[in-house]
């Protein structure tokens, strides 16, 4: 039975958002909604959206909030009716929240938490200048330096990894600077409405998941759903 959970997941680019999304979304049985991912998806279609959208993300901006707003809320309003799901990504400005806030409220299924993995800049930096990603599953990968050149092939699924654009030193400074300037101010939303729990992203995997669940009041044991 699918989970119903109705979760935010923040962090600045590179806490390894992706990673706890995935891993969550298994242990709870929940949706994996990432805007990162939904316009991804649209850049390999080739699609209008994705053309208007790689302008900004190739140089580590955001994509405008209407063109955001319209693409993740028609993914959370096809969700089944009562159906948990974890938002990777989004909202990442206040009018992103607001506007998430007001679609919820209207299904009558608000936010239960939202989470926030925290992670000093320093290893920000270090983890994202290694980052690759499969361009068929996106599962992350984190490469050393010698193994860019020929990259090995993704574990689940053998697809190509790739470093993306936005992965590059110079657009990963621009990243952590929009994440500080836009997207923290949305933290405040989340904090003023009593739902936001922050855990600390340094570590192994399954120790900042076990972290997470605690947090979000769910045994590290429990299958839930
Ligand atoms: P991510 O995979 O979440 O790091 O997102 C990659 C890029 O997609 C970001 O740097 C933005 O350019 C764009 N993007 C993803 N989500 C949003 C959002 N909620 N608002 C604006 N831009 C976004």
């Given at each position: 039975?699918a ?12 806490a390894g ?5 995935q891993?969550?979304k298994?242990k709870?049985?929940?949706?994996h909604v ?14 209008e959206?994705?053309a208007?959208a ?8 955001l ?13 959370v ?6 159906s ?5 990504g ?5 009018d ?10 209207a299904?009558?299924?608000p936010?239960?938490?939202?989470l926030l ?17 499969c ?6 990968y984190?490469?050393e ?12 699924c053998?697809?190509?990894l ?24 949305v ?12 855990i600390?992203g340094?570590g ?8 997470a ?13």
């Open positions: 039975m989970g119903s959970l109705r979760l935010a997941l923040f962090g600045p680019p590179g958002k992706g990673t706890q999304a891993l969550l298994d709870l049985n929940v949706a990432s805007s990162g991912d939904l316009f991804r998806h649209h850049i390999n279609e080739g699609t959206l994705g208007r790689t302008e900004f993300m190739s140089k580590g901006l994509v405008p909030d209407d063109l955001v707003i319209e693409m993740v809320l028609d993914e309003s096809g969700l089944e009716q009562g948990g799901f974890i938002l990777d989004f909202p990442r400005t206040r992103q929240a607001a506007a998430l806030e007001t679609a919820l409220r299904r009558r299924q936010l239960d938490k939202a993995v925290s992670v000093p800049q320093a290893e920000l930096v270090r983890r994202l200048g290694g980052r690759f990603i361009r068929e599953c996106q599962a992350p984190n490469l330096e010698s193994q860019f050149a020929s990259p090995p092939r993704c574990e689940r053998s697809g190509e790739y470093q993306r654009d936005d992965d590059r030193p110079d657009a990963i400074q621009v990243r952590i600077g929009v994440y500080q300037e836009q997207t923290a101010p933290l405040d939303f989340y904090r003023e409405r009593g739902l936001l729990e922050e600390s340094v192994a995997v399954e120790d900042i998941n076990a972290r669940l605690e947090a979000l009041g769910l045994d590290s044991s429990a299958q839930v759903g």
